[in-house]
């Protein structure tokens, strides 16, 4: 049953002029259009991941305890980051900054994913405790260190990392560092995350039925 109807990237706003000719695609350029922002990366990878390993979703639920449920009902969490952040080369008008002005991404050492423990969602009380709400994490990290062909659409510029939280557990609190998932199971391509996670998905749905 749909509760109500989500707009259309042509839809115009319903009132008075000038905005009887806005469209919604306007308020998305406006808004979400830049994929360096720290808050848009997050969403940004929980789509891709979605498009990577063909998991139908009609629209992102932001308040749901998981970001991906798979066909076999596997929950995942998506965490993204990059050396690169919309905040280091412009100001707070939106114009750039002059080169020389350029925050420079962080060493390697200090990348960390954060989040992973949360309480959950669909609980009222406030004071639950916070735990690891999915089955499997994916790590998605854009480490294209030079600005001017930083492109969050190339997938080759992205490395990928899907950990099983009881692995995960081992070697991570409510955060992980990059380095640490670097060294504990190495960057993948997108290619190689698709082949991995299905891999890990299959793995996790068995012995889910098997208990």
Same mark, same amino acid.
């Given at each position: $049953?749909? !509760?109500?109807?989500? *707009?259309?990237?042509?839809?115009?706003?319903?009132? *008075?002029?000038?905005?009887?000719? #806005?469209?919604?695609?306007?308020?998305?350029?406006?808004?979400?259009?830049?994929?360096?922002?720290?808050?848009?990366?997050?969403?940004?990878?929980?789509? =891709?991941? /979605?498009? =990577?390993?063909?998991? *139908?979703? =009609?629209?992102?639920?932001?308040?749901?305890? +998981?970001?991906? !449920?798979? &066909?076999?009902?596997?929950?995942?969490?998506?965490?993204?980051?990059?050396?690169?952040?919309?905040?280091?080369? $412009?100001?707070?008008?939106?114009? *750039?900054?002059?080169?020389?002005?350029?925050?420079?991404?962080?060493?390697?050492?200090?990348?960390?994913?954060?989040?992973?423990?949360?309480?959950?969602?669909?609980? #009222?009380?406030?004071?639950? &405790?916070? +735990?690891?709400?999915?089955?499997?994490?994916?790590?998605?990290?854009? /480490?294209?260190?030079?600005?001017?062909?930083?492109?969050?659409?190339?997938? #080759?510029?992205?490395?990928?990392?899907?950990?099983?939280?009881?692995?995960?557990?081992? !070697? &991570?609190?409510?955060?992980?560092?990059? +380095?640490? =998932?670097?060294?504990?199971?190495?960057?993948?391509? +997108? #290619?190689?995350?698709?082949?991995?996670?299905?891999?890990?998905?299959?793995?996790?749905?068995?012995?889910?039925?098997? !208990?």
């Amino acid at each position: $049953m749909i !509760i109500y109807r989500t *707009p259309q990237p042509t839809d115009t706003v319903i009132g *008075p002029e000038p905005l009887s000719d #806005t469209t919604l695609l306007e308020f998305w350029q406006w808004a979400f259009s830049d994929l360096c922002d720290d808050d848009l990366k997050g969403i940004f990878a929980e789509w =891709l991941v /979605h498009k =990577l390993l063909g998991v *139908p979703s =009609l629209r992102r639920v932001s308040w749901a305890n +998981s970001d991906v !449920i798979t &066909a076999s009902g596997v929950p995942l969490e998506v965490k993204a980051t990059s050396y690169w952040q919309s905040w280091k080369v $412009m100001d707070q008008h939106g114009q *750039p900054y002059e080169e020389s002005l350029y925050k420079l991404p962080l060493d390697d050492s200090k990348i960390r994913f954060g989040g992973l423990m949360a309480r959950d969602s669909a609980n #009222t009380d406030m004071y639950t &405790a916070r +735990s690891q709400k999915s089955q499997l994490y994916v790590f998605a990290f854009q /480490h294209e260190r030079d600005i001017k062909r930083w492109n969050a659409m190339d997938l #080759t510029q992205w490395e990928f990392y899907v950990v099983r939280a009881k692995d995960l557990a081992q !070697i &991570a609190g409510r955060t992980v560092a990059l +380095s640490k =998932l670097r060294q504990e199971y190495g960057p993948l391509t +997108s #290619t190689e995350f698709v082949s991995r996670a299905k891999q890990l998905i299959e793995q996790v749905a068995r012995e889910s039925n098997t !208990i």
